[in-house]
């Protein structure tokens, strides 16, 4: 099993950067894909990034794409999303997630077994 957490959240003004991290422990990531989601207030879920095990695959949510960059270093078990040009749509609770089912990216939350506790990000306007 393994245990997620992020860090990196804050309050930041639009336009601003944030960086996410994503720590794991009790196993090594190098198996894992990894995703990124967001949850705002009375929304459900939405997909962000994901990556694949080795971290030579990623996709990305249109609405952040060409923003946000997910990447994966497996020698230091982290998972990172570093967040440009925000905007207060991005407002959200961020999460990481982790499967080592399949290796491929995947957009989907019931793809993803373990998942961490959340880090908030706020944009302001």
């Known amino acids: 099993q393994v245990q997620l957490v992020e860090s990196g959240g804050g309050l930041v003004q639009a336009g601003g950067s944030l960086s996410l991290s994503c720590a794991a422990s009790?196993?090594?990531?190098?198996?894992?894909?990894m995703g990124w989601f967001r949850q705002a207030p009375g929304k459900v879920p939405e997909f962000v990034a994901a990556?694949?095990?080795?971290?030579?695959?990623?996709l990305y949510a249109d609405s952040v794409k060409d923003r946000f960059t997910i990447s994966k270093d497996n020698a230091k078990n982290t998972v990172y999303l570093q967040m440009n040009s925000l905007n207060p749509e991005d407002t959200a609770v961020y999460y990481c997630?982790?499967?080592?089912?399949?290796?491929?990216?995947?957009?989907?939350?019931?793809?993803?077994?373990?998942w961490g506790q959340g880090t908030q990000v706020t944009v302001s306007s």
């Open positions: 009790g196993r090594t990531l190098s198996s894992y894909r």
């Open positions: 990556i694949n095990w080795s971290g030579g695959s990623t």
């Open positions: 997630a982790a499967d080592s089912r399949r290796h491929y990216p995947s957009t989907k939350v019931q793809e993803y077994a373990y």
